[in-house]
DNA sequence: TTGGAATGTCAACAAAGCTGACGTATTGTC
DNA sequence: GACAATACGTCAGCTTTGTTGACATTCCAA
């Protein structure tokens, strides 16, 4: 079978066809739907949303972190982190403290109900995580890491790495 | 150095523990974000939304495709694909025509600036795409698409499956 | 032929993003 | 000590994109 492709275009490069990039794209988008759906089933349940979700699990990753950090995470404004933190605070699920050195900081931290949702929630995404990671095997997880972090922006890519080797 | 891990489980499942599967979950955050940038940035030029990308890209893929399809493929419901496609077509960048078969049907197909804008915002999108694929390298990738359909629900991958083999 | 299923449209509402303006407390600097 | 800058919270209002409910049109099968 013909490739269309000049004969010297072997493998090597066939990866970078616009054909093969557009199967990741859809590849991509297929699977961020199956990527977000578990949570999204118990967040639902919650009557709290995707946003909510990511607010505690960034303050699960980073206990103590301040408003503006978190902000510069999630990359949102923060009027809209505000509203989320907001019901989280009222609802018992995060605890807001004044900082001790800067008292204009206030360091976010999980109460137990929150730790309990938490865990509820990646227990969730890290089953299908996990299966995947096993259908596909180890070299496949090596390369899907590098793809992904590669697609970072610079900024997003920091947040990232400073994220990546922190104990849980 | 201590992994922390009894000798006998070696690299071989290392990949499935929950430091790495957490690591998975946080890189698929980020990267998503870098993957939507750029159309965003597009988009937000001429005032449309991810919304109108997904429509257009998978009209551009399917063209003569229907609603009912349209909206099995996005995962929305109708109402709200039914806005999106109302202001493409009011726009002029989507054509809606009356099944022959059956009239309840209404084919949807990309105008010339429909298709204008759908190259627009490929290119932007492959672009991203295309570094990220040669900075990894062709084995990086074939894992990352493995890894990536192994975490599509039943029924997305069918329609990734249908989508996939099919000429440009 | 007629009643139900399928297809698509209109209306109203909710979640979560955004900008802009403003208030307050605190910090750091001249 | 005065004053600018920073961190946070909040109000108001808007946009995008999801939802449900109600409804018109069309098709098909009993």
Redesign the pocket.
């Known amino acids: 079978m013909s490739d269309g492709l000049p004969p010297q275009m072997g493998q090597s490069l066939l990866f970078l066809t616009d054909e093969q990039l557009r199967k990741g794209i859809e590849a991509m988008f297929f699977a961020y739907r199956g990527f977000t759906a578990d949570p999204d089933r118990i967040?639902n349940d919650k009557?709290?949303?995707?946003?909510?979700?990511?607010a505690i699990h960034f303050i699960h990753r980073s206990p103590g972190t301040?408003?503006?950090?978190?902000?510069s995470i999630?990359?949102?404004?923060?009027?809209?982190?505000?509203?989320?933190?907001?019901?989280l605070?009222e609802d018992g699920l995060v605890a807001?403290t004044?900082?001790q050195?800067?008292?204009?900081?206030?360091?976010l931290h999980l109460t137990e109900v929150g730790a309990a949702l938490e865990r509820e929630l990646s227990d969730a995404q890290r089953d299908r995580m996990r299966a995947a990671y096993r259908a596909a095997g180890p070299d496949a997880v090596a390369g899907f890491r590098q793809v992904l972090e590669a697609m970072m922006d610079e900024e997003t890519r920091h947040h990232y790495e400073a994220m990546k080797d922190r104990p849980e």
Do not use: P, W
């Open positions: 967040l009557s709290y949303g995707r946003a909510h979700h990511r301040t408003v503006n950090n978190l902000l999630l990359g949102v404004t923060k009027q809209s982190l505000n509203r989320v933190l907001r019901t605070i807001s004044v900082g050195r800067d008292k204009r900081e206030r360091h």
